[in-house]
């Protein structure tokens, strides 16, 4: 169990800037901060934090809550995960009852993927730092490399010992189970049944998922043997996605933010050696061709990426491969060629760190000017294969969402292709067209479960008072701990007010009636409730809906008055006529369902003299319409 007064420290300390700053870039706009959501894939911002409320929400997927909540949502964790999450980050103590391994990997499946990679990834380093084995082959080939140690020990780099079960012996004595060994890919099961070690006798490179936890390994073997594969994987569990990962992300994350790029790379050593060169903005695709996943990774810290890659063929034609997907996401692309045989690795280690940054700044080309340079060089002069270039150079642009970015690459691609800029913008245009009618022709995929801007739109009438109802609930949310003073009444906390004022209203929205209520209940017991005490609430409908409500995807513009001269009433500029109208827009409502009820009545009613009597109350409650109306027409007019 977890004390009530470390859960409130850890959530009255985390702040939600911060914590969803670490998984996404955030800028700020007015009084709140905005970026790309993390969950569902979009290219303009709707996710939208604020700091004063200590809550996220995105009004393209829905998603809401507070930094625990994100921390649950995006990274799959429990609640208790979650806190222990954000204890670690605040440096907050955090106190529980002791498990056994045992009880640890019964917590659950993932979990156990979690607990058994953090031994594993224990379990390598302790080989290599503290086994002769592994100070001898494992230490000494990453120094040879040139790594510093701060470097090994930052990245958790180790040594799996060459026996077929060193590993798994030593998981078995402290108890962890066979199931996890196997399912995280740390063992394999020969044909005989037997369990053998999948690294034996490789050095390791764990890989990190966004918080740091380990959800992987990388193996490389330090034999000669061409029969032996040079690198081995983990293979894909219920944790690691390798199309979903970046290695070095965890360490990176927060110098792409800074530096508004991403050097991409292709492997282990060249984010190790890069990093170690002080240029800490640096990933890698994990040995596989680059992913739509791991570009929209790179899109929620920056929109520039720069592709470092070797001269040779293969990365060359690596290059042209992922290009098209990253212009697509619409992030801006930049090249950068080793030649003579060189990588980032080993350029930074022959030549040192200042070369490198030296050669980085001199060498990066745009995408236009490396693409079309390759093709032409292997075109020549055969105008067959130019008009090929120029076509294929033109697919690339015609990827880019902007238009204006498309257009301007469009007219150097016509500068260096000695073409006119006019065919080019036609056939960008037919591209663009031909596009645009097969996606017509085909049904859109449903991205989401929940429509564009929930509770945000303007609904069609209905007999729901849904909408009225939801108006009252947001007005006690946002403004329910202010003071009134209109008509005599001064010094009342405009909760109070609100739920006196409809004492003779029934709710129907289940939600809303929840909340109403816990106003009620708290006021009787001389507690006004908060809207955190909502958002924060463990019945996650109500959190959802308090989170809905007090968060708005639109701000005003201060030009509507500075330049255009064009006053717009801001609600809390007149708090009378903002909530006397909640009030009575929701009666009204009230009283046109009766009318109506009581009209359906008189309709089926056979008897004149019942008639009567219905009609007769008809016109009381008519009455009382009216007389709503009026003082309804008269607060929103003064």
């Given at each position: ?32 901060l ?74 659950n ?79 394999i ?10 690294f ?5 490179f764990?890989?990190?998922?966004f ?70 903005n ?37 290059s ?11 992030l ?58 120029i076509r294929?150079v ?6 880019i ?16 292709m ?13 591209m ?45 949310l946002?403004?329910?701990?202010e ?47 908060t ?39 801001n ?68």
């Amino acid at each position: 169990m977890i004390a009530k007064e470390t859960k409130e420290k850890i959530i009255e300390t985390a702040r939600i800037e911060e914590v969803v700053g670490d998984f996404v870039q955030l800028k700020k706009r007015g009084t709140s901060l905005i970026g790309l959501c993390p969950f569902h894939n979009e290219k303009t911002p709707s996710f939208n934090v604020s700091v004063t409320k200590g809550i996220f929400k995105c009004f393209g997927c829905g998603k809401g809550g507070d930094s625990l909540q994100f921390i649950m949502d995006h990274e799959k964790y429990s609640y208790p995960e979650a806190l222990k999450y954000l204890a670690a980050k605040y440096h907050i103590e955090f106190e529980e009852t002791e498990h056994s391994p045992e009880q640890l990997i019964a917590d659950n499946n993932r979990e156990s993927l979690y607990i058994i990679s953090a031994w594993a990834g224990k379990f390598f380093q302790n080989s290599m730092w503290e086994t002769e084995e592994g100070k001898n082959i494992g230490l000494s080939y990453f120094r040879e490399r040139g790594f510093r140690d701060e470097i090994i020990k930052k990245f958790e780099l180790g040594y799996s010992p060459d026996e077929w079960d060193a590993l798994i012996k030593q998981a078995t004595t402290e108890s962890y189970k066979e199931e996890f060994i196997l399912e995280s890919g740390l063992a394999i099961r020969n044909d005989k049944a037997k369990l053998y070690d999948r690294f034996r006798g490789r050095v390791m490179f764990p890989i990190h998922n966004f918080t740091g936890r380990i959800i992987g390994f990388g193996g490389r073997t330090l034999k000669s043997d061409k029969n032996i594969p040079k690198y081995v994987n983990s293979p894909e569990s219920d944790i690691y996605h390798k199309s979903n990962v970046l290695y070095g992300l965890f360490h990176a994350k927060k110098a792409i933010r800074d530096e508004d790029n991403c050097y991409l790379v292709e492997g282990y050593a060249d984010v190790l050696s890069v990093h170690q060169a002080g240029v800490e903005n640096v990933v890698a695709s994990s040995g596989t061709s680059l992913t739509i996943e791991q570009i929209r990774l790179i899109g929620r810290f920056t929109k520039n990426v720069s592709i470092l890659y070797d001269g040779d063929d293969a990365g060359i034609k690596a290059s042209l491969r992922g290009l098209d997907m990253i212009l697509e996401e619409g992030l801006n692309v930049k090249i950068v060629l080793f030649q003579d045989g060189q990588d980032p690795d080993s350029y930074v280690q022959r030549f040192g760190s200042a070369a490198f940054k030296t050669y980085i700044a001199e060498n990066s080309q745009d995408f236009i000017l490396f693409k079309t340079s390759i093709l032409l060089k292997d075109a020549g002069n055969d105008p067959i294969k130019r008009a090929g270039v120029i076509r294929e150079v033109v697919e690339s642009i015609a990827k880019i969402p902007d238009n204006i970015k498309a257009s301007v690459f469009a007219r150097e691609c016509s500068s260096l292709m000695q073409i006119e800029e006019r065919v080019l913008i036609s056939e960008l245009n037919k591209m663009r067209l031909g596009k645009q009618k097969k996606a017509s022709q085909s049904p859109a995929p449903q991205q989401f479960e929940t429509p564009l801007y929930p509770d945000v739109l303007v609904e069609p009438y209905t007999d729901s008072d849904e909408w009225q109802e939801k108006e009252i609930v947001r007005l006690l949310l946002t403004y329910g701990h202010e003071l009134v003073q209109w008509d005599g009444i001064t010094d009342t906390y405009i909760a109070p007010y609100v739920i006196a004022n409809l004492s003779d209203v029934t709710f129907e929205h289940q939600i809303c009636l929840k909340i109403i209520e816990a106003y009620k209940t708290g006021l009787e017991k001389g507690h006004l409730p908060t809207e955190q005490d909502f958002i924060r609430s463990p019945d996650h409908e109500v959190a959802q809906m308090a989170i809905s409500l007090v968060s708005s995807p639109y701000l005003l513009s201060e030009n509507w008055y500075a330049k255009r001269k064009i006053f717009v009433r801001n609600e809390k500029e007149n708090m009378r006529v903002t909530i006397l109208g909640g009030i009575f827009h929701l009666k009204k409502r009230k009283v046109e369902h009766i009318l109506r009820n009581i009209m359906d009545e008189i309709q089926n009613e056979p008897d004149h003299d019942n008639q009567s009597i219905l009609m007769q109350r008809y016109m009381r409650v008519k009455e009382v319409e009216k007389g709503i109306s009026t003082y309804l027409g008269s607060v929103i007019l003064k």
